[in-house]
């Protein structure tokens, strides 16, 4: 059973905190994203990786920055984290054909204060 | 770049009755364009895709159909029950080598009642 697991389920953080979000695929996929979401927004990407140590900017990159040291693990990094990073984070990982499913993992609902 | 529009933001209907979400698209190029669905606490999963060399897919009480003139997709869901309550994404990508962006819409919560 394929399976995304991200390493927390809620985090509370103080605004200029660093701020680590872990993603594990255990699909052997080159692909990895980072997406959060927002109510009346959708989903909207903001860093992908498609090999390790590669990394491509989303549509909203400004403010994170990712890590990909090992094929199945990705990493979030919120610099000094602000209130309008509160959000759900959602990891997910695919194959690297155009065309294939995106397999996502359950989300992190982060709060900053 | 691409921009997907998802209509209706919420959707309710009785138990057994039909149910659409509708999505446009801006950009001629895309010719993929998924489905997800997305349960109370878990990650969207996706239910049905659509290449845009076909018109029409169905899988059981689900459907899409794709209109590459007009640049919208619709889905459609049959004989609704309670379990099919989630919140549903349209999405689309240019399929690009090496890497799939996908853009997506904003999300419509279907809530059906018993």
């Known amino acids: 059973d394929v399976k995304v697991t991200q390493s927390s389920r809620y985090l509370v953080k103080r605004t200029g905190e660093k701020v680590f979000l872990e993603c594990v695929q255990d699909?052997?996929?080159?692909?990895m994203f980072w997406y959060r979401q927002d109510p009346g927004l959708g989903l909207r990407l903001i860093y992908f990786?498609?090999?390790?140590?590669?990394?491509e900017k989303g549509d909203i990159p400004e403010g994170y920055s990712v890590s990909r040291e090992k094929k199945e693990r990705f990493s979030l990094i919120l610099e000094s984290a602000s209130t309008n990073q509160t959000s759900m984070y959602l990891c997910?990982?695919?194959?690297?054909?155009?065309?294939?499913?995106?397999?996502f993992g359950p989300g992190t609902r982060l709060t900053v204060l | 770049g691409e921009n997907v529009e998802q209509h209706p933001s919420t959707l309710s209907v009785q138990e057994g009755d039909s149910a659409v979400i509708k999505c446009t698209y801006s950009?001629?190029?895309?010719?993929?364009f998924p489905w997800y669905k997305q349960e109370l606490g878990k990650g969207p999963q996706l239910i049905i895709d659509?290449?845009?060399?076909?018109g029409e897919k169905k899988d059981q009480r689900i459907a899409v159909t794709l209109n590459k003139t007009a640049k919208h997709f619709s889905l459609h869901i049959t004989e609704t029950q309670p379990e099919d309550s989630a919140v549903y994404f349209c999405?689309?990508?240019?399929?690009?080598?090496?890497?799939?962006?996908?853009?997506f819409g904003t999300g419509t919560r279907l809530l059906v009642s018993p």
């Open positions: 997910a990982s695919s194959l690297p054909s155009p065309y294939n499913e995106q397999f």
């Open positions: 699909m052997d996929h080159e692909n």
């Open positions: 990786s498609y090999d390790v140590k590669m990394k």
């Open positions: 950009d001629s190029a895309s010719n993929y």
């Open positions: 659509i290449r845009s060399n076909v």
């Open positions: 999405a689309a990508s240019k399929g690009n080598t090496g890497f799939q962006k996908l853009v």
